[in-house]
Structure formats: C-alpha cells, structure tokens
C-alpha cells in the first residue's frame, strides 16, 4: 500500500487547499510524495505542509492529468483536485476495498446524484441527459447512448461497479492510468470549461477493460460550494456542455458500436436528446441559448472532420455492453 498523492491545480484554492494537504499528511496510511502540478504562470500558493513537491505543466483540466508521471517512482497514484478534504482513513479504505473486490479503479460518489429530488430526476431523465436506476444490485453509474449517463437511486453504502465517475478523487496504478492515452483527449481544453474530462477519462477505462468502482459511504468532503452563475458564464458552459456531448457520441458511442442496428439506435438517442434540448429552448422562448447550443453542435462537427480528430486512435475494446 505504498502510492504517491497527485494533486492537480491553478494554487488559488487558499483554505482549501491547505485543508487537504493537513488530510493527507493524518492519514493512516501515509503517501511516499505528494507531488502537486501546477498550471505555468501560475504563482505557486502559500499554503504547505512542507513536504509537497511542485511541477509547472500547461494549464488545462485534461492537459494537467493527461501527464507521463515521470516523477512518480510508486506503483499506485492517488489522483486529487485541490478542493478535498480526506477522513484519516480513506487511502486505507480505499485500498481494502480495491483488494477485496480485484478492482482496478475506485473512486468516491463525490457529487451525489442519488440524492437529486424527484422533479429534477423527471426532468433529466425526460431530457436525455440523466436517468436513475433502481433495483440494480451490481452497476454505480453508466453511460448512455444519448452521451449522458444513468446512475444508481438505491445505493448509499458500499460499492458498485461503473463506466463513469467523479475525477475529483481516484486511486489506481500507474501503468494502468497510462494504458488509456489520457492525452489523446486534449480537444477537452480547446475550450474555457473542459466539460465532460471525468467521462472520458473513466470510460476510456472501461473500454480498455479496466474494473472500476464507485465508493458510496466515503466520508470525503468536496470543499467548494460553488457559486451564483454569471450570465457570460452559464452561457460559455452550455456551449462546452453541448460541444463536448457531440464529440463525445461520435468518439465514443456511435464509432464504437458495433453493427448497423446499433449504430441506428445511437443515432435516434443522440437525435432525440438534441431536439429535446431545443424544444424546451423554444418553449422558454430562449433563442439565444437555442443559437448557443447549434453553434456548439456546427463547431463540434467541424472539428470532428480536422486532421487531429481523425488522427486520433479509435477507441477498440474486446468488451461491450449494450448502452441503455
């Protein structure tokens, strides 16, 4: 049980960040380094323990993940955003819970889906973008072919198998990590939110066969409360939002199915997920945003015909599993 903490930021979560520095330094099982990459240009942050170590990377959600790790000399890797605050016991827990299971991957339910009223679960679920699952004893969350994914209303302890997860947090080796070619998935950061990094990353595990789990009753505190939307703002994430889920289809629902009829049915779920998203823009009578979201689309397409898309390895997998 010997990792190396890696810790991705921009050093400007203050507090927070001292916060988990503290809770990785009282855990029961202690890393070997915690090695924190930070965006160029950026200051590094008051804020230590003493013993963390700094590397300048270009900025980027994926560009700052999507790394060789050259600097970590341990098998495992405990991948952190700078926002977390960790019980004593989670590393350890984490670790028993990868042996007991014969895991690859696991990672914590950071952003608690099952907890979504049931209006706002009716409403996802209508529009494409989420559905909640009961009854199901073996599966966290899954991906769609609508490229959104479903997760598990029933669950609150222990863990499930998934196909996606929260990026916040994860524990897995190294070589595994790289076996996925994070770096293949920069046309993440060609815009200002990387929308949409943590499903690809973790479904590109999955494809490449790796077992991954989502781990409920974690105890680990997520730190930023977020905040009031600009309008510029709530604008730009809808345009990221809408960009990503296109490319995202073609990449990873839609090339890789496999047969004709398969990749019908992806076509009528990405179909009916669009116009769905545009008939409710109407309705509101919100024609800007309805203007957003096709320029996101046109913008995806042309990007999806550019030399480094069509360079970029197809996703190829021995496993497949029907997409609701």
Known sequence: MIYTAVIRTLGTAGEKYQ???????AQTIAPKAIIVYIAEGYPLPKETIGTERYVYVKKGMVAQRALPY?????EWMLFLDDDLLLAPDTVKRMFTLLIENQADVISPDIFPNAQRPFAAELMMTLSGRMRARRGDSKWGYKVM?????SYNKDVKQGVRWS?????ACFLCRKSDFLSIRFEEELWLDAVPYALGDDQVMYYKMFLHGLKILTWYDHQIQHLDGGGNLSPEKERMLIYCDFRFKT??????????ASGLSRRVWSAIAISYFLLFSFIISMMKCEF???SIKKRAIRDAWSYMKTEDYLKIDSIRSSLYYEKE
């Open 19 to 25: 916060q988990l520095l503290d809770s990785l330094q």
């Open 70 to 74: 050259d600097e970590v000399e341990t």
């Open 145 to 149: 072919r609508t490229a959104g994914y």
């Open 163 to 167: 196909e996606t997860n929260a990026g």
């Open 247 to 256: 490319i995202f289809w073609h990449r990873f629902i839609y090339k890789h």
């Open 288 to 290: 800007q945003i309805l």
